[in-house]
């Protein structure tokens, strides 16, 4: 599924022809909106219009010959979703899984289908069973904890969120900029350490002129020096990472946000507008709003890569961004909430129709929110 949904279109950019590569991107777009965790009507009408496009597209190509009864079962995936709900939840992907974890216990080949089930019987037992309560002697409990922590693979570790959550985080991504929710909200959580830090008087003016876009520029009492950094944020179940923590592969995200000469877009925006960047850190900060101090507002400190000339040489919202980055602007303060999603990132010489130029190709994952 990444293969097709995430890699394939910039892979597949110079090997495929025109044609085939078109045709090759519409299904790789169609698959990230069925494949979605959540998709909303608009979105279901959208795959399927493309799936069709793919499939007369593939008969145009190869003839009538060659279109298999698969493609056709593709046609009837809007009605699927429609009376089942995302194929995240029930295609056989999780089942493939827990055959896996089957597969993977010991055992002889004297009955297997009754060891795997006895075995399987304890892994849920052992799940259920709080081990301290059970004895106290230390030597069994450690004994039991290490079997436990072996089969607990299956354990649901899953958080709930509401559908009205979902649409309120979905609002802010394209919305015009005094229309944010920027404060810290229930779909957050904050991951510690948190560290007490000061800015300095050129990034707290960056940071005004942040806050004139959300609020009015005469509603801004104070924006204070102090706030809280932290390197990890959870949205909705997702992890998201900084250059200060430990795993700086899920810090490139992408957004729509910065404009020209370190603006803020003032507008609607769209796909278009799409920019990519690094989150050097995450920020709490708490600013004085019409002489009252506001609820905690949620940020992340940005650098942002130089737009390329190039931008949309790929298809399927991959990006384009040139190896430099642009200077800290009032766009390098970002709401949380005006994530679209985390990039995978590659740096490599690409041949674009002027010729061979090193550039960043940004391409964009789908959001893995638990609902």
Known sequence: ?????????????????SEHYDMWCVLSRSCSLFCRPFIN??????A??????????????????AVTPNMHLHAHLRECIQDLGPVFSFWCFSFERYNGILESFQKNWHAPEVQLMEKFVLMQKL?????????????????????????????????????????????????????ICATKCKWH????????????EEMRSLLYNMYCKLYTADSITQVPLRHEEFSQVEVFGQLFTSLKSRSQRS???????????????????????????????????????????????LLAKIKWYEDHPRKHWFKNSITVSATLFEEDSEASFRPLCRIMSRCATIQQNINFDYGEDNAIVCIPLTRRILN
Request: charged fraction near 20%; proline fraction near 5%; charge should be negative.
């Open 1 to 17: 599924m990444l293969w097709v949904i995430v890699y394939s279109p910039f892979v597949l950019k110079n090997i495929l022809p």
């Open 41 to 46: 009507n608009e979105e279901i009408v959208k």
């Open 48 to 65: 399927d219009e493309l799936i069709i496009q793919f499939c007369k597209m593939f008969e145009d190509i190869f003839g009538r010959h």
């Open 127 to 179: 799940n259920a069973t709080d081990i301290l309560q059970l004895t106290q002697c230390t030597e069994l409990h450690k004994c039991f904890k290490s079997i436990k922590n072996n089969y607990s693979l299956l354990e649901d570790t899953s958080r709930l969120f509401d559908s009205k959550s979902l649409l309120e985080y979905e609002k802010n991504i394209f919305c015009l900029p005094g229309e």
């Open 189 to 200: 959580e904050v991951i510690p350490p948190l560290r007490e830090n000061f800015f300095k």
């Open 251 to 297: 810090s490139t995200v992408s957004a729509v946000w910065p404009g020209l000469s370190g603006t803020i877009i003032g507008r609607q925006c769209s796909v278009e507008d799409i920019r990519c960047g690094n989150i050097e850190y995450f920020i709490l900060h708490t600013p004085v709003i019409n002489n009252v101090s506001h609820t905690h507002i």
